[in-house]
């Protein structure tokens, strides 16, 4: 069966009575080189396991399952449970976990899944869950690699270098954890329904070690007052955070001393930066 073949979609969807969920952000690839392109990207082999999120009717399942050695998809509508056995009756390398990723242990599902496996990630991730499962995925600090389509202004976000317009907190967080690299785009007519928006492919590769020295914590409590009102200087930015703990005066001279303008915004500044204001803050 070709899973992206709109007529066995609508087929398949029609003899198992299955409506699709704007609130679970449905969208069904029916561009077969967007599995095939992502599944590539992942760069896998049969030393590799893969955990895939929202696997949908499986398309991407399938693709994952030729290259690597085992795949465990999490699918949260149960609905799609039924459609996902007899798509994936012939890939006896894959198992469905019904459940919902954010609630999930994700440590212990690869523990009991891929004891043995290098352990990647790889999803076409519906957009309103895609912030958090990110986050997720690379606080989990299990997988090698992380490949994920996402809307294209998040994945922008992500791959943002610092000082742009779309860097922000987030991207300094993804930044922190992993190398992020921005691979290709999917248009919105791969998809059914189709989207009002663009897609893209990023690709995460998690560091071994953090790029910059300190407490996580106390970074991003900086980056987070930094970037709560953007648009503020970093003087008032941090002023509004710290007030209680350091002078105005005392809180210009902590910006001096890192070799910053007092004028500055904190949406110009880098993961080092950040990380030298906390050192001095905390």
Not at 104 to 120: A, E, G, R, W
Not at 162 to 168: I, L
């Amino acid at each position: 069966m070709n899973l992206c073949d709109i007529r066995e979609i609508k087929a398949l969807l029609t003899r198992h009575g299955f409506h699709f969920s704007k609130s679970m952000g449905q969208n069904f690839l029916i561009a077969d080189w967007v599995p095939r392109n992502i599944a590539d990207a992942a760069q896998l082999d049969q030393s590799c396991a893969v955990l895939e999120i929202g696997p949908g009717i499986g398309p991407l399942t399938q693709q994952l399952a030729r290259r690597a050695g085992k795949v465990a998809a999490i699918e949260l509508d149960s609905s799609l449970l039924p459609i996902l056995s007899e798509t994936l009756a012939d890939c006896p390398n894959v198992e469905i976990i019904s459940g919902d990723v954010m609630k999930l242990d994700i440590q212990n599902i690869i523990v009991d899944k891929f004891s043995s496996f290098t352990v990647k990630a790889c999803a076409n991730l519906p957009y309103n869950i895609t912030t958090p499962v990110i986050a997720k995925l690379l606080e989990t600090s299990c997988f090698q690699s992380i490949t994920i389509m996402i809307q294209r202004e998040v994945a922008r976000r992500i791959c943002a270098a610092p000082g742009t317009p779309d860097c922000g907190a987030f991207s300094l967080f993804c930044q922190y954890h992993a190398r992020c690299e921005l691979l290709f785009e999917v248009p919105p007519d791969c998809f059914l329904p189709t989207p009002k928006v663009t897609s893209a492919v990023v690709r995460l590769i998690p560091h071994t070690t953090p790029p910059v020295d300190g407490s996580q914590e106390a970074i991003f409590t900086v980056v987070k007052a930094a970037f709560a009102q953007r648009r503020k200087t970093l003087l008032n930015a941090l002023s509004t955070t710290y007030g209680n703990h350091f002078s105005r005066d005392q809180l210009r001279q902590i910006i001096l001393d890192c070799g910053l303008p007092e004028t500055i915004r904190g949406e110009r500044l880098g993961l080092e930066q950040f990380a030298d204001l906390a050192k001095r803050l905390d």
